[in-house]
């Protein structure tokens, strides 16, 4: 019996914890926010002049700022600004060997982006809205501005199709103030500079702060 008052009361210590205090997220209401985070850029190929290879990169920095509103349903669409800063480590040149990198690329990005809030209050049988804990997923459209800035001096930019996929976690303190966690893939069209074309594909893990109007 002890047990069974233990367990009943611990279930609805975490029912009050998931679901007061809930982010509020009616139909019409705007938020902001913004994410801090690791990149993980993928070995691209690349063509310069008849000449083939692979680039492979450091873990680098974004950042990403966003603002949205919600609607019914559980979507909400959002405009999002990110940058993403990646240095080349290595330069593999087919038939002659490995060297070291000696650019960074940097992306800056403008996307427009959809996502569907799972409701576990609703889920769950309680008041809809009312959990504190908001799983996500999504995805987005826009375009990407990448800019090559070699060590010995000077850059070169090209502004390209992005697209990207999302899924996160958003916990509520408050009805206004709350933090998300993150995974978003980034790809975009193959950027060309100049005489040098390759590819870019990149894994980011955000963790953000978000204030509801």
């Known amino acids: 019996m002890k047990t069974l008052t233990r367990a009943a009361w611990a279930a609805l210590f975490l029912s009050g914890f998931l679901t007061q205090g809930a982010m509020a997220r009616t139909p019409g209401s705007l938020y902001g926010e913004v994410r801090l985070g690791a990149t993980f850029v993928d070995d691209a190929d690349f063509e310069e002049l008849g000449v083939t290879g692979e680039l492979s990169y450091d873990t680098a920095v974004a950042l990403d700022f966003a603002f949205g509103t919600s609607f019914d349903m559980g979507l909400r669409l ?7 800063g990646a240095e080349i480590d290595t330069v593999q040149i087919d038939g002659s060997g490995t060297f070291d990198g000696a650019a960074d690329l940097y992306t ?6 959809v996502y569907y809030d799972f409701d576990l209050g609703r889920m769950s049988g309680s008041p809809a809205g009312s959990s504190r804990l908001v799983p996500y997923i999504g995805g ?71 204030y509801s109007f």
């Open 78 to 84: 959002e405009y999002q600004f990110g940058f993403r």
């Open 108 to 113: 800056i990005t403008n996307m427009l982006n």
């Open 140 to 210: 987005g459209v826009g375009f990407a501005i990448h800019e090559l800035d070699f060590d010995s001096g000077g850059s070169e930019s090209d502004t390209v199709f992005a697209y990207q996929g999302i899924a996160g976690l958003a916990y509520s303190f408050t009805p206004n103030w709350g933090m998300t966690l993150s995974y978003l893939y980034l790809g975009t069209s193959d950027p060309e500079f100049q005489n040098f074309e390759t590819e870019y594909g990149s894994h980011n893990v955000m963790l953000g702060l978000r």
